[in-house]
């Protein structure tokens, strides 16, 4: 199966915000990755706003449409943003305030699942795909499902940042029996966080996942190699 590619240009922002310039502008960013061979953009928009803006997520579902995969948390503002910009997929993540990068999964407590449900219910009604950003881990394949996602994007920060070789292969293992899990429940499943040149390919071999989301790692490839060949050497692995 050939695996499909989302390539997250959240830092072609990042560097815009460090200026507050007009450029680099993520909607040519997108042009340029769909061009060069990948299947979906996918911006975080982020409750402070540190790089991807209401805007360009505006921006990219007009010139983009069916290709943008919206990453956001289950706050009110986010959801009112998605539902308005109408995204291809939005992918329910978790958010603290303060963090790097996202940490891990939904962490399913009564509350969250109920937030979960009511934002999953709205935006299926307006024809929007949902995915919830999920770790590896049996029980929250399960209610994933039972939230009606459509998709779960399995974490696979840990994995990524396995300190031998050992721990990888058992986060690997752990990533293969929820992506297993997930397609037997009837559920699209992609794979996200970390993955980078060299450890994409363990993770594309499990051959359950339809899509890899990988950001960090392009963008920064793309500083010395150029934006087109950043992704077509991503495409070429997958
Ligand atoms: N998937 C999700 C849900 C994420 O939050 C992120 C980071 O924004 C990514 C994928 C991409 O991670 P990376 O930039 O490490 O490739």
């Avoid at 060069?36 to 540190?50: E, F, P, S």
């Avoid at 990888?168 to 293992?173: D, F, G, I």
């Avoid at 051959?207 to 950001?215: D, L």
Wanted: charged letters at 25%.
């Amino acid at each position: 199966m050939k695996i499909r590619l989302g390539v997250n240009i959240d830092h072609v922002a990042t560097l815009r915000q460090a200026r507050r310039a007009p450029y680099p502008d993520p909607i040519d960013a997108a042009a340029i990755c769909l061009s060069a061979g990948a299947d979906y953009i996918v911006a975080h928009w982020r409750k402070d706003q540190r790089h991807i803006q209401a805007k360009d997520i505006a921006d990219l579902c007009k010139y983009f449409p069916k290709k943008i995969h919206l990453e956001c948390s289950y706050t009110p503002e986010a959801e009112k943003l998605a539902l308005k910009c109408k995204p291809h997929c939005v992918c329910i993540v978790p958010e603290q305030p303060g963090e790097v990068t996202t940490l891990g999964g939904l962490k399913f407590t009564p509350e969250v699942q109920q937030k979960v449900r009511l934002m999953v219910d709205k935006l299926h009604k307006k024809g929007i795909l949902v995915s919830l950003f999920i770790s590896p881990i049996a029980d929250d394949v399960r209610i994933a499902a039972r939230l009606g996602a459509d998709i779960v994007e399995l974490c696979t920060r840990d994995y990524s940042e396995a300190t031998s070789a050992k721990k990888a292969q058992k986060l690997l293992q752990d990533l293969t029996l929820s992506a297993l899990l997930a397609k037997e429940l009837g559920l699209d499943v992609h794979a996200g966080h970390g993955l980078d040149y060299l450890n994409v390919l363990a993770v594309a071999d499990i051959g359950a996942f339809s899509v890899m989301n990988i950001g960090f790692a392009i963008i920064t490839r793309a500083l010395f190699a150029g934006l087109p060949q950043a992704v077509e050497e991503m495409k070429d692995i997958l």
